[in-house]
């Protein structure tokens, strides 16, 4: 009988390994996908935001309604300790100016490699392309060699969400684990862009990204970057207020969050013989993505104090959002009163599960990759 079993080998799944190798087990490690990490790989490709250096109540908010149930994994591994965490395999951290804490190699290759180094002289055995069917008297999976069964004596499942289904988090474990009369949330995509019904005129703006904008979506008011695309809208902006989106809130832009609407208004004056584009240009210095905008959704433009008030909140219709699959991560999952304190099913004594298969959601910025690392160590320690 295999003594230790964790499936998905992502950040959550080669956490959850360690402390279950760290506590004696001798575990073994299955994956879909012929080598480990793959959306963790993915994530470093741009920089690696490994977490969020702020204060700890700040830094637990991001979490919503599951803040409550996620606190005592968060404290015992949060922010310092993934920086500790990461130092403790070679990779230098810096923290930049928005508290965003990266490796100063910036990728995740350098510290992924470190971790299997580890986990190898741990004693980790790693089955790639080992594809979990579900229940049948054991675990069962599709493997190179044809069909197995394992019925280990504790389990850690690290399956992923249900977005970026080539990088291996497809969600299939759904229906099996329901099956079992485990409690799923419906999946809903976070962190996610969203499709806007643009005229032809807005072609040449697309890969446009606008800065320095406030993005505001109900009672959410956020500062961040976003892109224009064919599709609509992406980015870490988008991204920040997706949650209100998704849930009915419309999106409105500031377009110069730092001036006042009398600011503005007095900046633009008489407008004389300009156009209104040309006016915006010089007096305000908006740039042609900004400008496109405004016209996209407000033209005829306005003069004077109603352009001024447009500036500060131009309503911004939504198509909805992107498909599930292209979120960055995804909501719903495996509800909290689904699994004991350590993380283990009711309905499946000495299963463990962690990371993205849980219902709890968090904006980018590190807060994912956190959370992911927390639990995995907790269901880890649980299942030992």
């Known amino acids: 009988m295999t003594d230790a079993l964790v499936i998905g080998a992502g950040p959550a799944g080669l956490m959850a390994a360690e402390e279950l190798a760290r506590a004696g087990r001798r575990v073994v490690v299955a994956d879909a996908k012929p080598s480990v990490g793959r959306k963790f790989l993915m994530a470093g490709k741009s920089g690696l935001n490994l977490t969020k250096d702020e204060p700890a109540a700040q830094f637990l908010e991001a979490y919503g309604e599951a803040t409550a149930w996620l606190a005592p994994m968060l404290e015992a591994f949060g922010p310092a300790e993934v920086q500790n965490w990461a130092r403790g395999l070679g990779q230098k951290v810096f923290t930049g100016s928005t508290g965003r804490v990266f490796p100063v190699a910036m990728k995740a290759s350098p510290l992924l490699r470190a971790w299997l180094v580890r986990l ?201 959002p992107r498909p599930l699959d292209e979120a960055i991560s995804t909501a719903g999952g495996i509800r909290r009163d689904a699994m004991t304190d350590s993380l283990m099913l009711r309905a499946l004594p000495g299963v463990h599960a962690a990371g993205e298969m849980l219902d709890w959601e968090a904006p980018t910025g590190g807060y994912l990759l956190t959370a992911c690392l927390a639990t995995g160590r907790w269901a880890g320690r649980g299942a030992a």
């Open 120 to 320: 190898d002289g741990l004693g980790v055995e790693f089955r790639p392309r080992w594809r979990w069917l579900g229940f049948d008297r054991g675990l069962v999976f599709a493997t190179p060699e044809g069909q197995e069964c394992l019925r280990p004596a504790s389990t850690v499942l690290a399956l992923g969400g249900a977005s970026w289904s080539r990088l291996g988090s497809d969600g299939g474990w759904a229906g099996p684990l329901a099956q079992m009369g485990v409690d799923i949330a419906p999946f809903r995509p976070a962190n996610v862009g969203f499709n806007v019904a643009w005229s032809p005129h807005m072609a040449r703006h697309f890969g446009t990204p606008i800065k320095g904008a406030a993005l505001i979506a109900g009672a959410q008011r956020e500062r961040g970057e976003f892109v224009l695309t064919a599709r609509g809208l992406e980015g870490g902006g988008i991204y920040a207020v997706s949650r209100a989106l998704r849930e009915g809130a419309p999106l409105t832009l500031d377009l110069l969050p730092d001036r006042s609407d009398a600011e503005i208004a007095a900046k633009l004056g008489a407008r004389g013989k300009e156009t209104v584009a040309n006016q915006l240009r010089k007096a305000l210095h908006l740039g042609p993505a900004q400008i496109a905008l405004l016209q996209e959704f407000a033209r005829p433009l306005p003069e004077g104090a109603a352009l001024a008030r447009l500036i500060k909140a131009l309503p911004v219709p939504l198509q909805g």
